[in-house]
């Protein structure tokens, strides 16, 4: 029957190896281990059986527990040498992975900006071409999300030697990081690439370090009840976003009464995002009524239906005749309610619709003519291809909406337990980190998050103290003429303050580097090469390297002028004065002149203005011409005055 299935997987073009592989999959052929530690090693077996190691000479013993879980250490190696054999011999089955380097491993992960692939970036084409290196490997661990810790990778998922083939797909940011160690320590270079596009930082956080932050327990219980029903899951977290929209929403949540006279409320398409629809909704986030009738016969509403709306952004909770029918998150996802017999009834019926978009569009959208009721007699009966709408709230008066805790990107633990527990506790050098849009909206949670994320995985894989590098949000978004309010610069602080917090954390700014009108900024050099140097400072002791530019020290009033200290000495780019810095009182903060003088900027505070704190590019798109003597930007900043 094994060779079966041997036989049956080979043919399809899957991976054999967990047919018989006593180790856990990251250890592939041609991984890297991390040298001058001791390396672990673990695996799944037979249960109680006596399990043997070997790497190249090196050995040590285990023995399975009663689930068939064992792990061994063997001995620290230094870089360097011949490529190493592991040999592991449980039972009656045997396992060897071949050309294994010892180097330094870098875990990359995060969302778009750090799952960027070589092949898009600047120069993608040339830099894909020169991508060989035979010792740089990489490993991308796919996109996995899982409501419990999976004890594996997917099948196929494999380290590779780089090359143009494996490489263009590859992390750009992670690989021009790896590309740079690789110029300056001369040693074998492992990159793990586990990034998932528009993922929230909640979601790579293991269930016990939110756990520990006491404010996601209902949601982590739900996550529990999805596990073992997904059908349980899916009514508690229905009831949860009730809750909220109760709270929240306040008399704005009438929406689903049937009763309600509707008739002033204004009308858009169906079929569109509503931003397209209408212009009173454009660049609207929040939450939105939407209604429409359909009249059904007697025959008609004496059956089940299915209604079909199709895709909603970016989540729903959806009522026909007053009765809740469903609620649902994803924004592409084609949503298809079953209705019961007797939820319909002879005449007019009500659907309605509330629908709440954290960002980037909104509404129900996909054509028009599919949208309706699919009666379970086969007939269609289809929508009158107009809602009616009422704006609920916009999103800055609600705090966000709880997210379907199991919904892969935007749950709860779930991409830390489908991408990252799979390589726990493999052996790393440390961490680069590139995230933060998803959660733009929430800089104070935020605060709480990043701190206990860099914790969480610390813990996971080894000693607690590894290097950890986060990169800091590029430009995105309108520029402006006067100060305001950014929730984009208010996440960049909370990044800084996160670095100057821990002596092993850096931050590579990346504001200097993006657009006002590209998310996804196409220079990852850049961004690499900074990563490549708070490691170098960081990771591999060059303590007296200046790795980062200018950050704020501490801020001072002397008379009518406000003294920012710097870490080091800044200079001005393409003007006589650095451009962005404001003063602030308790109601308004106001642009002011400022001077550089070394490692001190000046601020001259308005007439008349008590000013309570300054602020530097605080925007989504700043407008900067300060940096370091090294090139490197001055990080974004607000400080109380003292």
């Not at 029903?229 to 306040?250: N, S």
């Not at 059956?303 to 709306?309: F, K, S």
């Amino acid at each position: 029957m094994r060779l079966k299935t041997l036989i049956l997987a080979a043919a399809l073009g899957l991976s054999t190896q967990a047919a018989a592989a006593p180790l856990a999959s990251v250890f592939s052929d041609h991984a890297v281990l991390q040298r001058d530690q001791p390396i672990r090693v673990w695996g799944q077996a037979a249960p109680n059986a006596a399990v043997a190691i070997d790497l190249s000479g090196s050995g040590a013993t285990a023995t399975a527990d009663a689930q068939g879980r064992w792990n061994a250490m063997l001995p620290a190696r230094p870089a360097g040498g011949p490529a190493l054999t592991l040999t592991v011999q449980a039972g009656g089955e045997r396992q060897v992975v071949s050309d294994l380097l010892m180097g330094d491993v870098w875990l990359c992960s995060g969302q778009s900006n750090m799952e960027y692939p070589l092949r898009r970036a600047l120069a993608g084409d040339s830099e894909v071409a020169s991508a060989t290196d035979p010792n740089v490997r990489l490993l991308q661990t796919g996109k996995i999300s899982s409501p419990t810790p999976r004890a594996e990778l997917p099948a196929g998922v494999t380290w590779k030697v780089s090359t143009p083939e494996t490489a263009a797909n590859f992390s750009a940011a992670c690989f021009f990081m790896g590309r740079e160690l690789r110029k300056t320590t001369d040693v074998p270079i492992g990159l793990i690439d586990a990034t998932w596009g528009g993922s929230v930082i909640q979601d790579w956080i293991s269930r016990e370090g939110l756990t520990a932050l006491k404010t996601y327990d209902e949601g982590l219980a739900v996550l529990d009840d999805y596990a073992r029903d997904p059908a349980l899951g899916q009514a508690k977290w229905a009831a949860m976003l009730d809750r909220w929209a109760a709270a929240k929403l306040g008399a704005g949540n009438d929406g689903q009464r049937p009763d309600l006279d509707d008739r002033a409320w204004k009308t858009m398409p169906m079929g569109g995002f509503w931003e397209d629809a209408t212009p009173d909704l454009k660049g609207f986030d929040g939450t939105v009524w939407l209604r429409t009738e359909i009249t059904l016969t007697k025959a008609q509403a004496a059956q089940g239906a299915t209604l079909a709306l199709g895709p909603v952004d970016d989540m729903d909770a959806t009522f026909v005749n007053g009765r809740a029918i469903g609620a649902t998150q994803g924004w592409d996802t084609p949503r298809n309610y079953r209705l019961a017999p007797g939820t319909l009834k002879a005449g007019r019926n009500v659907i309605a619709v509330r629908v709440t978009d954290t960002g980037g569009g909104g509404g129900v959208w996909g054509k028009a003519a599919d949208k309706g009721l699919k009666l379970d007699d086969g007939s269609f009966a289809p929508l009158d291809g107009t809602w009616r709408y009422k704006v609920a709230a916009p999103l800055s008066e609600t705090p966000l909406p709880p997210k379907a805790p199991w919904q892969g990107a935007s749950g709860l633990s779930t991409l830390r337990n489908g991408m990252i527990a799979p390589l726990v506790p493999f052996g790393v050098k440390g961490f680069a980190w590139y995230q933060g849009e998803a959660n733009a909206a929430e800089p104070n949670e935020y605060a709480r998050l990043m701190p206990a994320m860099i914790a969480d995985w610390r813990k996971a894989f080894g000693n607690g103290d590894q290097a950890f590098l986060l990169v800091q949000l590029a430009a995105y978004g309108t520029q402006v003429s006067a100060p305001g309010k950014s929730d984009w610069a208010a996440l960049r602080d909370v990044q800084r303050r996160t670095a100057a917090a821990d002596p092993k954390v850096g931050m590579a700014s990346a504001v200097d580097v993006g657009s006002p009108y590209d998310i996804h900024p196409a220079d990852k050099l850049r961004v690499g090469q900074r990563l490549a140097l708070l490691a170098r400072k960081l990771a591999y002791g060059e303590t007296s390297l200046v790795a980062s530019g200018p950050a704020p020290l501490a801020a001072r009033r002397e008379g009518a002028t406000v003294v920012v200290t710097l870490d080091q000495p800044a200079v001005v780019y393409g003007a006589a004065r650095p451009a962005g810095f404001e003063l602030c009182d308790a109601t308004v903060c106001r642009f002011v002149d400022a001077t550089v003088e070394g490692a001190s900027v000046r601020l001259t505070a308005p007439a008349g203005m008590t000013a309570t704190k300054v602020r530097y590019a605080w925007a989504d798109s700043p407008i900067m011409n300060l940096f370091g003597t090294t090139d490197l930007p001055a990080t974004p900043f607000e400080l109380l005055l003292k």
